[in-house]
């Protein structure tokens, strides 16, 4: 089994912030990262996706990956109330497995 | 939008009864995965398929069986369901084209409460 860490508690942050939250892997290996949002109650999607080494640009959001470091970013620009929900980090291992950790609450206060 | 669905959508059932778990996609997919999301513990595989009749186990197998007949079809058994197999079970599936930009398409997921 693949570990993929996220270790900061649940993260408040005002309205029109950035939310930046962090994702460390143990497969050195790995090629391909994602972020997918949760909201309470509801399944997973998909919001952004990496694959090479520095910063990935969609929208308001912003994937950074590190591969040497072995740790991928998500930023949440100009943060609004919609995007208060759970922030998982999945990476693909073998056989396009993907291995997920264990999310970050985002809340966002106006 | 893959469309993939789940059923049921909640199941109450008592121990050491059997439960099956359906799984169904229109998009002709290969690979098709069954997951559970406790808390504290996240997302974790259980079983997975890259095709039809080939299923392999994910970390949390144990307990669990599954098949695929068809490829639009793929089911999670519990054999003698327990307390512990109490979770929301999520389907996902991912595109042949894996590797331009396609992470997983979960489905809406299965609470399901063993008593």
């Known amino acids: 089994q693949k570990e993929v860490e996220q270790n900061s508690g649940p993260l408040s942050v005002p309205e029109g912030a950035i939310a930046s939250l962090n994702c460390t892997y143990s497969d050195r290996g790995s090629q391909s990262f994602f972020w997918y949002r949760q909201y309470s109650g509801k399944s997973p999607e998909l919001i952004m996706f990496?694959?090479?080494?520095g910063d990935k640009e969609d929208g308001r959001f912003t994937a950074q990956l590190n591969k040497a470091s072995q740790y991928v970013s998500l930023l949440i620009r100009d943060s609004q109330p919609s995007d208060s929900a759970t922030y998982l980090c999945?990476?693909?291992?073998?056989?396009?497995?993907?291995?997920f950790g264990k999310g970050n609450q985002v809340v966002v206060i106006p | 939008d893959a469309g993939i669905t789940q059923s049921p959508r909640h199941k109450v059932t008592e121990t050491g009864t059997p439960v099956t778990l359906r799984c169904h996609q229109t998009e002709n997919h290969r690979y098709m995965y069954w997951y559970r999301q406790d808390p504290g513990h996240g997302l974790r595989l259980i079983h997975y398929?890259?095709?039809?009749?080939?299923?392999d186990k994910g970390e949390v197998s144990d307990g669990y069986s599954v098949s695929r007949s068809k490829t639009e079809d793929f089911l999670l058994t519990l054999e003698s369901a327990t307390s512990s197999q109490t979770s929301v079970y999520f389907c996902a599936i991912q595109g042949q084209s894996f590797g331009a930009n396609y992470g997983y398409t979960f489905g809406s997921g299965t609470r399901l409460t063993v008593v």
């Open positions: 398929s890259y095709g039809v009749k080939d299923t």
């Open positions: 999945a990476v693909i291992y073998g056989n396009n497995r993907l291995a």
């Open positions: 990496i694959y090479s080494n």
